[in-house]
């Protein structure tokens, strides 16, 4: 049973996705502590032919605020990310899909952040066939104290998981000796994406969303290009 674990963030980028693609179970960290205009609640996208910040605006709050806690700020913001699709990506040739994603992630009466936020990384997952099980950290009453390592260790071991899949940023703070005295494997993969054509574009624009991918590839070639991004360290 591979496991990895992330915070859920809004219309991540392929790398995202390919991480919750290589594991069996994904923990959407719902209980970490929110940061401001991250990429939590912002992401990039095409606009004009330059990339372009959709930023999700949140109600003021405690610096000490979980994702799950966080509050969107009603003002119509749907409405303008709704207007940036379709005006930017119509011509695109999975255009309806990329509509499809965004009206249903909005289909919802709810100012969480968080439940926008993974909404719409299932119904993303959901298009692309990826049956991967997501899993709540909140849904898993594990206790808030301890490091990070302990945290996390905790979060894997409650979901039965044997590997822990790690982005390359966990070799900085990660207690491996921890995890093996459980005797869970840690492996520690990076993404590395590659360019693929943008509609109307000279150059590619790198570092956007998979909304943008999705608008302009197949989707059987997005998973071949997420499998094969998806390298080992």
């Known amino acids: 049973m591979k496991v990895a674990i992330h915070q859920p963030q809004y219309i991540p980028w392929p790398g995202y996705f390919a991480k919750i693609l290589s594991v069996d179970t994904f923990i959407l960290y719902d209980s970490a502590q929110y940061q401001k205009n991250s990429i ?5 996208l095409l606009m ?8 999700i605006p949140t109600q003021a709050g405690r610096t000490q605020d979980k994702i799950k806690e966080k509050k969107t700020v009603i003002d ?34 709810t100012d969480s952040l968080c439940e926008i936020n993974c ?19 909140s849904q898993l009453n594990i206790d808030g104290d301890g490091d ?17 899949i790690s982005g390359e940023g966990g070799k900085n703070y990660l207690k491996e000796e921890l995890f093996s ?52 360290l």
């Open 40 to 44: 939590i609640n912002r992401n990039k």
């Open 48 to 55: 004009n032919k330059k990339e372009h910040h959709l930023t």
């Open 76 to 109: 119509g913001w749907r409405v303008k990310h709704l207007n940036v699709i379709k005006g930017n990506y119509p011509k695109c040739n999975f255009y309806p899909e990329v509509l499809k994603i965004f009206e249903k992630t909005f289909d919802q009466d």
């Open 119 to 137: 909404r719409n990384v299932r119904m993303i997952c959901e298009y692309l066939g990826i049956t991967t099980q997501l899993v709540l950290s």
């Open 148 to 164: 990070a390592t302990q945290k996390n260790l905790d979060m894997v071991k409650k979901v039965s998981g044997k590997e822990y």
């Open 181 to 232: 005295n459980s005797g869970i494997k840690v492996r520690y993969f990076h993404f590395l994406p590659t360019d693929y054509p943008q509609h109307g574009m000279k150059s590619h624009v790198p570092g956007l969303s998979i909304i943008d991918l999705i608008a302009n590839v197949p989707k059987e070639e997005i998973i071949g290009r997420l499998k094969k991004g998806w390298v080992e």
